[in-house]
């Protein structure tokens, strides 16, 4: 492994430990985020699952961006409470 491949997983592996709970939050919240929007344009808009599946992705993931800065601010305030 070179030194730049061995930093960028150092670099992510922190990232990782820092911003965990945020991090498995917003993959649950994008996950069911998905799920939500495929069976919303199967249901109202009537069509298949596989162009559901296409155009359910792109506003999920912009929320999911959403939701991970906002759950970080949001932490950020509680455990900033708690330590005072």
């Given at each position: 492994m070179t030194e730049l491949t061995s930093g960028i997983f150092n670099s992510a592996k922190q990232v990782y430990s820092n911003n965990k709970g945020s991090i498995l939050r917003t993959i649950v919240?994008?996950?069911?985020?998905?799920?939500?929007?495929?069976?919303?344009?199967?249901?109202?808009?009537?069509?298949?699952?596989?162009?559901?599946?296409?155009?359910?992705?792109?506003?999920?993931?912009?929320?999911?961006?959403?939701?991970?800065?906002?759950?970080?601010?949001?932490?950020?305030k509680v455990s900033n409470k708690i330590k005072s």
């Open positions: 919240y994008t996950i069911g985020h998905f799920i939500i929007a495929i069976t919303v344009l199967m249901l109202i808009a009537d069509v298949s699952f596989m162009i559901a599946l296409t155009d359910a992705i792109v506003e999920p993931l912009a929320n999911s961006v959403w939701y991970f800065l906002l759950d970080k601010f949001w932490a950020s």
